[in-house]
């Protein structure tokens, strides 16, 4: 049984930073596409980060030059370094893994990440 499980959100004034990890656990066979998303109240989710089964990173505008994702294969996890934070980076970031084509297939509970101004 495959499991996701996001860390590392918390609260933080404008311009801080934040680290998110996210670890899977079970087994996935071969090297699988990871994501990170974001959901804020009254929104609809938004996706932040992906990283493909190649390797290929690709980021949503909003956050190019200020977030930074990782993989680390070895360990199953993967990382979003987010520096420079804005107040309208506040919302739940879920990790996800495996692409399947429509969406990905596994889902974390999510973390909060809070940004004050």
């Known amino acids: 049984q495959v499991q996701v499980a996001e860390s590392g959100g918390g609260s933080v004034q404008a311009g801080g930073s934040l680290r998110l990890s996210c670890t899977v656990s079970?087994?996935?066979?071969?090297?699988?596409?990871m994501g990170w998303f974001r959901q804020a109240p009254g929104k609809e989710r938004e996706g932040v980060a992906t990283?493909?089964?190649?390797?290929?990173?690709s980021y949503v505008d909003s956050v190019k030059g200020r977030f930074t994702c990782s993989k680390d294969n070895a360990k199953n996890t993967q990382y979003l370094k987010m520096n420079s934070l804005k107040p309208e980076d506040t919302a739940m970031y879920y990790c996800?893994?495996?692409?399947?084509?429509?969406?990905?297939?596994?889902w974390g509970q999510g973390t909060q990440v809070t940004v004050s101004s």
């Open positions: 079970g087994y996935i066979p071969g090297t699988y596409s």
């Open positions: 990283i493909g089964h190649d390797g290929r990173i």
């Open positions: 996800a893994a495996l692409w399947s084509g429509r969406d990905f297939r596994y």
